[in-house]
């Protein structure tokens, strides 16, 4: 069965303590990983696509990483801004082409 | 602006009532989704339309029903024969092209039942 597991499901930090997300996923077919950014009480905003091990992807304070068993999201010297729920899909192959989510982490950045 | 938008924000619905979500893009992408959201747990696939006049059940289609008459268009019917309604509800359309396969998402809509 296809499965993304997201870990930790919370975590907190100070501002300026970098850290890492990850997501790791037993699927089949794999056609791409992504990361989106969702903040309370709205739908998610779309961070990267990976679609090889081995590709990285960087926007501000963010990079993703993916190997063929999980993908991290690394956290620069984050802000309070960066506090959001970070959730992270897979794209199978095959005609249907559906996200499977993970259950996301909720990142907290005090200040 | 190019986008997604869903409307209502909140809903609220009556037991054995029916309610119509409303999901609209203008972003020409043939590929529209209707996703669910419960409290700590990933979206769920409720349905989806790869094209006009064309649309297959998700994981958890039982007490749904959806329409694509319009490309830009594309309404969700939560039933009363959905146990339990009461979540976050969010559509989405997919960009594909040369090098890109993405969806990208609305606002969402909550549902709560009374």
């Known amino acids: 069965e296809d499965q993304v597991t997201q870990s930790p499901e919370a975590l907190r930090l100070q501002e300026g303590e970098s850290s890492s997300l990850n997501c790791s996923y037993t699927v089949s077919g794999l056609r791409g990983l992504f990361w989106y950014r969702q903040d309370p009480g709205k739908g998610p905003e779309f961070l990267f696509t990976?679609?090889?091990a081995g590709e990285e992807k960087e926007k501000e304070r963010l990079k993703a990483t993916l190997t063929k068993k999980e993908s991290f999201l690394h956290i620069t010297a984050p802000k309070p801004e960066d506090s959001a729920t970070y959730l992270c899909?897979?794209?199978?192959?095959?005609?249907?082409?559906?996200?499977?989510f993970g259950s996301g982490t909720q990142l907290t950045v005090l200040p | 602006d190019g986008g997604i938008t869903q409307s209502p924000k909140y809903l609220f619905r009556k037991e054995g009532q029916n309610v119509t979500l409303s999901c609209e893009q203008n972003?020409?992408?043939?590929?529209m989704y209707w996703y669910r959201q419960d409290p700590g747990q990933g979206l769920r696939l409720i349905y989806y339309s790869q094209i006009v006049n064309d649309f297959q059940k998700g994981d958890i289609a039982e007490g749904y029903s959806v329409s694509r008459e319009k490309k830009e268009s594309f309404p969700l019917t939560v039933t009363s024969a959905q146990k339990n309604p009461t979540a976050f509800y969010l559509c989405?359309?997919?960009?594909?092209?040369?090098?890109?396969?993405?969806?990208?998402f609305g606002p969402g809509t909550r549902l709560t039942v009374l």
């Open positions: 899909a897979v794209l199978l192959s095959g005609s249907a082409r559906q996200l499977t």
């Open positions: 990976l679609y090889s």
């Open positions: 989405a359309s997919r960009e594909q092209g040369a090098g890109t396969d993405t969806q990208y």
């Open positions: 972003l020409n992408h043939d590929a």
